[in-house]
């Protein structure tokens, strides 16, 4: 069966930055991309870009632009996604999704969420 | 990029029918049949309920339909149940490789 499994809970000082894994297994890591979703607080979902697995092209939220960085590594089947100068608003739970094989376009499986807290 | 919109709140009593918007723009939502919706109850991970605007993934019960009107998409819950209740959020191609998600909607169940 499919999983993800992400790494776990990180408090954070203003300014460091937070590096989180998310392990799939249960199919083809290659075949799907990944993107990964945040959620802070009491507030909704935003999505913060996709990384293909098959060769690295990434895009990411024009909003986070030069602070987030979305890698892969094939041979452990793991996705990774660094959030670089944290701000107090960037405390929320980070979700990685995987894309679907339906249109490509929405996702069918995510992790369980890491809560990230950016405090001083 | 913003988000869509959505209403915060909408609620119905267990059998009735819900309807759910979340309005785009016609760079968008109104551009592509690309809109899916998530449930997502508290402290879960969101589920996909609807994908390509009105096609719902297997197991996903059939009281799920989803429609699209020119920037607005609706995802409507039939015979409401007790087990609905939760946060629905719709998400949508955007261009440019990008995606914006909905504002969100907390439904509840009288």
């Known amino acids: 069966q499919v999983q993800l499994v992400q790494s776990g809970t990180e408090v954070k000082k203003p300014g460091a930055s937070v590096k989180v894994s998310c392990k799939a297994s249960g199919y083809t890591f290659t075949s799907y991309d990944i993107s990964w979703v945040r959620q802070a607080p009491g507030q909704g979902l935003e999505w913060m870009g996709w990384i293909s697995a098959y060769n690295g092209n990434t895009n990411y939220a024009q909003n986070l632009q030069g602070r987030v960085t979305m890698t892969t590594d094939t041979s452990t089947s793991t996705a990774y996604m660094e959030l670089r100068s944290l701000r107090s608003d960037d405390t929320a739970v980070y979700y990685c999704?995987?894309?679907?094989?339906?249109?490509?376009?929405?996702?069918?499986?995510w992790g369980q969420g890491t809560p990230v807290t950016v405090s001083s | 990029q913003s988000a869509l919109t959505q209403p915060a709140s909408v609620s119905g009593s267990p059998g009735q029918s819900i309807t759910i918007s979340c309005t785009g723009t016609s760079s968008d939502v109104g551009s592509y049949n690309l809109v899916s919706w998530y449930q997502q109850h508290p402290g879960k991970a969101p589920k996909l309920v609807i994908y390509e605007g009105s096609k719902r993934p297997s197991g996903v019960s059939n009281r799920f339909s989803g429609s699209k009107s020119g920037n607005t998409a609706s995802l409507t819950i039939s015979g409401l149940q007790a087990e609905d209740e939760a946060d629905y959020y719709c998400?949508?191609?955007?261009?440019?490789?990008?995606?914006?998600f909905g504002t969100g909607t907390k439904v509840t169940v009288l």
């Open positions: 998400y949508s191609y955007a261009g440019s490789n990008t995606y914006v």
């Open positions: 999704a995987k894309i679907s094989g339906y249109s490509g376009n929405e996702f069918d499986y």
